[in-house]
């Protein structure tokens, strides 16, 4: 089973060579720390950031310089900075190649919700709505299960949505997994977990191949 920072770990595999990729708030903060060191990737932030890099060592924080989430960040040689118009145009303009969210919960046809919990008081959707509106490539980081141990992979989403039939591929502390036509695409499972373990936690459908690897650590 993985971990937080093992869930980033296997999404940095997604992170292609020349790529410009928005980071989400929570587990897709900490994609950057762990891209290969051999390519070169641009990361987004939706507060006007282009050029991120890993989260800097303690001692080394800039107050001055954060992501969408205000955590403090590090960033690279040639990184810049500019208004949210600009950050939303990069967006809304299909600039970014990958995009990696959270979510609370997503359906077995790619629609997710992770923006509002009924009840609780948000500050407002923010750039999500725009991110999913946009984006052809979008990766979920996120738990297969939620604290009360209830599948948070659907069939269909109870929270209120975010966007419709937009996410590809999820990747949670048990499995990597594939939206298609006719579910969720069982592609790898996390070291030490079985395939039974996957289905018994998935409330959509979920299609398993004859042989489903278990990812490389």
């Not at 296997?10 to 051999?38: H, M, Q, S």
């Not at 966007?163 to 579910?183: D, F, H, P, S, W």
Request: with cysteine.
């Amino acid at each position: 089973m993985l971990d937080k920072k093992g869930i980033a770990k296997r999404i940095a595999r997604e992170v292609k060579d020349g790529f410009y990729v928005n980071l989400g708030i929570g587990i897709p903060t900490l994609v950057a720390n762990y891209v290969r060191e051999d390519i070169e990737v641009e990361f987004q932030s939706e507060n006007g950031v282009l050029g991120m890099g890993p989260f800097p060592f303690e001692g080394e924080e800039d107050p001055d310089i954060i992501n969408a989430g205000k955590q403090t960040i590090t960033t690279l040689p040639g990184a810049s900075f500019f208004d949210s118009a600009t950050s939303f145009a990069m967006i809304r303009g299909q600039h970014v190649d990958l995009t990696i969210l959270g979510a609370m919960e997503v359906s077995d046809n790619g629609d997710i919700a992770n923006w509002k919990i009924p009840g609780k008081m948000v500050k407002g959707m923010g750039g999500a709505m725009d991110l999913v509106a946009s984006a052809d490539n979008i990766i979920v980081a996120m738990m297969h299960t939620n604290k009360a141990g209830e599948s948070k992979l659907l069939e269909s989403c109870t929270l209120p949505l975010t966007g419709v039939q937009c996410v590809r591929k999820i990747v949670t502390n048990l499995a990597v997994l594939e939206v298609t036509e006719k579910g969720f695409l069982l592609l790898e499972r996390a070291p030490g977990v079985s395939v039974e373990e996957i289905r018994s936690a998935t409330k959509g459908r979920l299609v398993v191949p004859e042989e489903v690897p278990e990812m490389p650590v």
